[in-house]
């Protein structure tokens, strides 16, 4: 089992940042595959990042890409989603998920372990 734990959220103005982080405990951190969903009202959850497990290779949605970085430190074991740039459009509960495989993932189908979410409330 793996535990999973996300803080950080809050509200913030347009165009502002926040730094979400993920904090993981029971099997070794460095064996997951970690990502980043989240999940709008009325939305489906959709897939926001991921990074492989030493943290050398990232993923991003289309609609984040140079805005957001992940990025993770096993000696912590804890990964990070920065995100820059806010647009209101980003408000949703944010979620983050372990994967125990090799390879970055899109699916929320492939990741085994889900923190509760953080709420991220963007005001235009």
């Known amino acids: 089992q793996v535990q999973l734990v996300e803080s950080g959220g809050g509200l913030v103005q347009a165009g502002g940042s926040l730094r979400l982080s993920c904090a993981a405990s029971?099997?070794?951190?460095?064996?997951?595959?970690m990502g980043w969903f989240r999940q709008a009202p009325g939305k489906e959850r959709e897939f926001v990042a991921s990074i492989n497990r030493n943290g050398g290779n990232t993923y991003y949605a289309d609609s984040v890409k140079g805005r957001f970085t992940t990025s993770r430190d096993n000696a912590k074991n804890t990964v990070y989603l920065q995100m820059n740039s806010l647009k209101a459009d980003d408000t949703a509960i944010y979620y983050c998920?372990?994967?125990?495989?090799?390879?970055?993932?899109?699916?929320?189908?492939?990741?085994?372990?889900w923190g509760q979410g953080t709420q991220v409330t963007v005001s235009s």
């Open positions: 998920a372990a994967a125990n495989t090799f390879l970055i993932s899109t699916r929320s189908s492939a990741y085994d372990y």
């Open positions: 029971g099997r070794t951190f460095s064996n997951y595959v």
